[in-house]
Structure formats: C-alpha cells, structure tokens
C-alpha cells in the first residue's frame, strides 16, 4: 500500500513541477510580448520618422536623449565630440520631450545635430536614455549602444562605426 502511495505522489509531484514549468514559460513569454519589441539592434529596420531621411547620408547617428536625463547631461561632452565637422555621417536627436526643451539641451550641450525631433512615446524603439544607433543608408540599424557608460567608453568605436560606412563629409 505504500508503494502504491508513493508511486502516485511521485507521479502527481512530477506534473505539478512540469504544469509549474510551463505556467512560467507561458507568463514569460505574455510579459515580454507586452514589454513590446526590444531596443533597436543591428539588423533591425529604424521607424520612419518624419523629418529623417536616412538616405540623406550613407551614415546616420541617432541619438536618443532627455534634457531632464542626468546620465544624457553625462554623455553630452563625448555626444558633442562625436557630433563634430568635418563627418562623413548626419547626425540626428530624437527625443520624446517637447522640442523646445530638446533643441535647447542639444544647443546646451554643443552637440551640433543636423535635426533635432521629437517623437510620441512609443514611436520608436528605445526604452531609456541616452541610446545610440548607426543607420545605414537604408535605415539599417548597423550598432547600436546603451548608456552613458557604454557610449562615453565608445567614443572612437562610434566615429569609426559611423565613417566605415563612407560617404563624402559632411561639412
């Protein structure tokens, strides 16, 4: 009899631990759906967004940042740095703030952008500031950075990044 016991225990503990198995799964999965899509990753498509046009340049630098983020204020000098002429690359900032506020920031922090836009939250696919991405001419996202951190720590991987693209500069 306590074979029998055990023997059905034994069975009922294995499809609890598997039913518990699949509910995680499954709740994994309905929370990342939605999360909604990830960042932007190299290979991925860049949203249109009226007033950028990545054929424009054979490089395109988007820079997604908050006049109010301490970790955008953080990365500024190197964005700035990065944002430079001579380029061979646009440079665009994209925002979710009101464009005042945006094109103020950018203007604070030097950073000499060829637009400044500003877009609805969800428009795009970054979730927090500062981002970085390096579009081809195609819109293509072909690297992408994360962070004040990753971003100042980048700073020649970015330019480099930008200019493999080619293209005449940008004056």
Request: net charge positive.
């Amino acid at each position: 009899m306590q074979g029998l016991i055990a023997s059905r225990l034994d069975r009922v503990l294995t499809y609890s631990a598997a039913a518990a198995v699949a509910s995680a799964t499954v709740a994994a999965l309905l929370a990342a759906s939605l999360r909604g899509p990830a960042d932007y990753q190299p290979g991925d498509k860049f949203a249109a967004v009226s007033g950028f046009d990545p054929t424009r340049s054979s490089a395109t630098i988007v820079m997604f940042m908050d006049s109010s983020c301490s970790h955008c204020r953080e990365s500024a000098p190197v964005l700035s740095r990065i944002a430079q002429a001579p380029r061979t690359f646009q440079v665009i900032v994209i925002g979710y703030e009101d464009l005042d506020s945006l094109r103020q920031f950018v203007q604070t922090s030097a950073i000499v952008a060829d637009a400044v836009i500003t877009v609805p939250e969800g428009a795009i696919r970054f979730s927090a500031f500062p981002k970085l991405a390096v579009l081809d001419r195609r819109g293509v996202v072909r690297f992408a950075w994360s962070g004040s951190r990753q971003i100042t720590g980048s700073e020649a991987n970015i330019r480099a990044a930008a200019h493999t693209l080619g293209g005449p500069e940008i004056p």
